[in-house]
């Protein structure tokens, strides 16, 4: 048993369509008592304290806040050894870099490696749960998930799904994308917190008969997650009208095969139809934001506001989608996020960018019971945020007038500097002091 006592932000409810007095609580001296691994109480110190059995660890931290921990909803782990690859644009990029960088996970010790220096950073930017594509070869989701099992992160990830439109290495056929994926599900699904994710790279990647033979095993497990990549940019969008003439649309291309449902999650759509829009509601599908990658490839820049329409509101999720994505850090990603709603000509406030990156997605996975809140019964997976976590940060927060201004201020301007300390499962697993 432990208990960090500093302020905490956390939500109970959406302040995209409740006011923040009903949605947000934010407690300027509280107290976190943690019991194997859950959140056992939360609350004012003074209220908590006199009841704290001698024996509790109390860490506290001053000047800081605690939130939930990150949930990034998409990244790619093996492309942590090329982010930041200069010049292309979606299938540039993917031909010219990753492509090459991902031939290397044959190879499970490199796979391994990379594996730990992902993980690490995630931690160090205080992200404590993630959906993430492995790649082709399936030793390399076996390496993540044996790094992950390691730290008892609650990662959600699947063998990439591709068997054309990429080099000869990196396909399989329909029929091994089937077998591999359903024999990684068997072994890692809902072991801990693991989860397996059914993971077709994206349309132009997959034929229909191995579309069709993922949407078969898709439908044997209903509740599995699965992730993809949709309209993401417009020569792709353009591209997979080519390759499925017969289809009405992107969306429909993995509609027709039985892969949009709750719990698919499709990186991007910036550009949706209303139609594609009004079909994700229905399904109950779910959208991965990912704006430092949009930028990065001149994709373009994802309305949160319009899928999140009360009339038909779509599930959003934050993601990083490194390595297109330039940082692990989910405050640099909500930075983003606000030019991103800024071009629509919308104001995304840091109390509902904050939401967005923790509660809100983990209502966007389906999670939102497990993860994502402060609250009694939840899991203790914690971010504490350094409010003067650098000269310039420290001095801007002398002019902060209240809890708004405090986090706008962190999303806007800090980064994995402002990341004090991080809490897996109940466990201390960094400590910037350390
Ligand atoms: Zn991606």
Not at 101 to 111: I, S, V, W
């Given at each position: 048993m432990i208990a960090i006592r500093s302020a905490y932000m956390t939500f109970t409810d959406d302040p995209f369509v409740k006011d923040l007095s009903?949605?947000?609580?934010?407690?300027?001296?509280?107290?976190?008592?943690?019991?194997?691994?859950?959140?056992?109480?939360?609350?004012?110190?003074q209220d908590l304290l006199p009841d704290l059995p001698e024996d509790v660890e109390v860490h506290t931290y001053k000047d800081s806040l605690v939130v939930p921990g990150f949930i990034d909803s998409h990244v790619h782990y093996a492309q942590t050894e090329m982010i930041a690859a200069y010049g292309e644009q979606l299938l540039d990029w993917l031909n010219n870099y990753t492509f090459i960088?991902?031939?290397?996970?044959?190879?499970?010790?490199?796979?391994t490696e990379i594996a730990n220096v992902f993980v690490d950073e995630q931690i160090k930017n205080g992200v404590t749960s993630s959906v993430v594509y492995g790649t082709v070869f399936p030793q390399s989701v076996d390496a993540l998930f044996e790094v992950a099992e390691k730290?008892?992160?609650?990662?959600?990830?699947?063998?990439?799904?591709?068997?054309?439109?990429?080099?000869?290495?990196?396909?399989?056929?329909?029929?091994r994308a089937y077998d591999e994926s359903k024999a990684l599900l068997e072994k890692w699904n809902n072991k801990g917190r693991l989860e397996y994710v059914i993971t077709p790279r994206f349309a132009p990647t997959s034929t229909p008969e191995q579309l069709e033979a993922l949407g078969q095993l898709a439908k044997e497990y209903p509740d599995v997650l699965i992730q993809t990549h949709l309209s993401e940019n417009l020569g792709e969008v353009a591209w997979v009208k080519d390759l499925f003439p017969e289809r009405e649309g992107y969306l429909d291309v993995y509609d027709h095969?039985?892969?949009?449902?709750?719990?698919?999650v499709f990186g991007h759509c910036i550009h949706l139809t209303d139609k594609e829009l009004q079909t994700m509601h229905d399904r109950g599908a779910t959208i991965a934001h990912c704006p430092t990658s949009n930028f990065f490839l001149g994709s373009g820049y994802f309305d949160i506001f319009k899928a999140l329409d009360p009339e038909r509101p779509v599930r959003v999720g934050m993601g990083?989608?490194?390595?297109?994505?330039?940082?692990?850090?989910?405050l640099a990603t909500l930075n983003e996020a606000y030019k991103a709603a800024q071009l629509n000509n919308k104001a995304l406030s840091a109390p509902r960018a904050l939401y967005a990156a923790t509660r809100?997605?983990?209502?966007?996975?389906?999670?939102?019971?497990?993860?994502?809140?402060?609250?009694?019964g939840y899991e203790a997976d914690l971010a504490v945020i350094d409010l003067h976590s650098t000269p310039i940060i420290d001095y801007r927060m002398k002019y902060a007038k209240d809890i708004e201004e405090v986090l706008f201020i962190q999303m806007i301007m800090g980064d994995d500097r402002a990341i004090a300390a991080t809490y897996i499962d109940g466990k201390r697993a960094f400590n910037r002091e350390d």
């Open positions: 009903e949605s947000m609580v934010y407690e300027s001296d509280g107290l976190i008592l943690i019991e194997d691994g859950k959140i056992a109480k939360v609350g004012p110190a960088a991902e031939q290397g996970f044959a190879d499970k010790d490199h796979a730290h008892s992160m609650r990662l959600m990830t699947g063998k990439v799904c591709m068997d054309r439109n990429a080099p000869e290495p990196l396909l399989d056929t329909a029929q095969y039985g892969l949009v449902r709750e719990r698919s990083t989608d490194l390595g297109a994505g330039t940082s692990f850090s989910m809100g997605t983990a209502h966007s996975l389906y999670l939102d019971d497990k993860i994502g809140s402060i609250e009694p």
